[in-house]
């Protein structure tokens, strides 16, 4: 089986790498100052499943290295690069091989399906972390559950399901916790209701998860983009694992954030850096879906303007 991953920074390096070790014919897309050092030392892994240096990838530092066909091709680029890389694996994808989206945010394999076709396309939740350390060496810091992975929706034949089961058992066997779900966009919800509620804020203000948790006012803007993100939620038919936008809040304070306490977000890393967030897959989509379905969603709207607003300033800053 040939397997390329798509954006191969650290979550990319990993499943890249966990799947080259498995044996696997791999490669890599991804940046040069990261992929030079794999090309001569190999993919250092460390952290919580164990301590590896993986090497025999093939390497590509831009799409026109890829040389298909794939069976497998792993998305993992920031959701403002799907369209771009739906288009380049449209073509480099094998009959009967198979697109997953394993990204942040909303939409990421519908956007993959406009390209590619819906029964070629699943989609994956990742809720572990990793980092890269250096140019060539990453680490697996936390891993809050498995990553599961399924169909877009309805639809699929029984063989397109069973490409998707198998996908889920190779990851899975390769060592990365991995299981199949029908409804994989009820994790990718849940992943985004916690996402939307805490990155753009801690990015805006420039402080860690806690910081939020322990203020008035950012719990009530907090508590506002939940509100919103629940009815579009319930206008789109997602079954959510709460019953309503109370229930989730009470288990949002009380289990999932005192965790990540301490965490930076992501978000805020990315307007440090100059670089483009993904507000737009994030509280941006919760707007769209809701104009979609005539839904207001004016506090999501509002941090996607504010986000939108950070982001240019920094990127023209640094020219």
Known sequence: MRVAVMGAGALGSVFGGFLARAGY??????????????????????GIWGDYVVSGFSLAL????????????????????????????????????????????????????????????????????AEIL??????VTVCADDVVIGPLGKG??????EAIRECAAIINNAGIPCRYSDEVQ???????????????????????????ADHEGARYIMERIIDEAFAVARSRGVSLPWP???????????????????????????LERGRRTEIDALNGKIVDYGRKAGIATPVNETIRCLVKFRERMEIQHRK
């Open 134 to 139: 250096s140019p060539g060496r990453v680490r």
């Open 25 to 46: 014919d791999v490669t890599l897309l991804g940046r040069p100052w990261h992929l030079q050092a794999v090309k001569q030392e190999g993919l250092s892994i460390e």
């Open 186 to 212: 009820v994790y990718l919800w849940a992943k985004a209701l916690y996402n939307c509620a805490l990155n753009p804020l801690g990015a805006l203000l420039e402080v860690n998860y806690g910081a939020l």
């Open 244 to 270: 309503d936008a109370q229930v989730y809040k009470k288990e949002f304070y009380e289990k999932m954030l005192p965790p990540t306490r301490n965490h930076r977000p992501s978000m805020l890393q990315d």
């Open 156 to 161: 699929y034949s029984s063989a397109r399901l």
């Open 62 to 129: 831009s799409a026109g290295e890829l040389t298909g066909p794939f069976d497998l091709i792993l998305v993992t680029v920031k959701s403002n690069d799907t369209r771009t890389m739906a288009m380049v694996a449209k073509n480099l994808l094998a009959p009967g091989g198979l697109v997953v989206s394993l990204q942040n945010g909303l939409g990421n394999g519908e956007l993959l399906a406009e390209e590619i076709g819906r029964e070629r396309c699943a989609a994956g939740r990742v809720i572990f972390g």
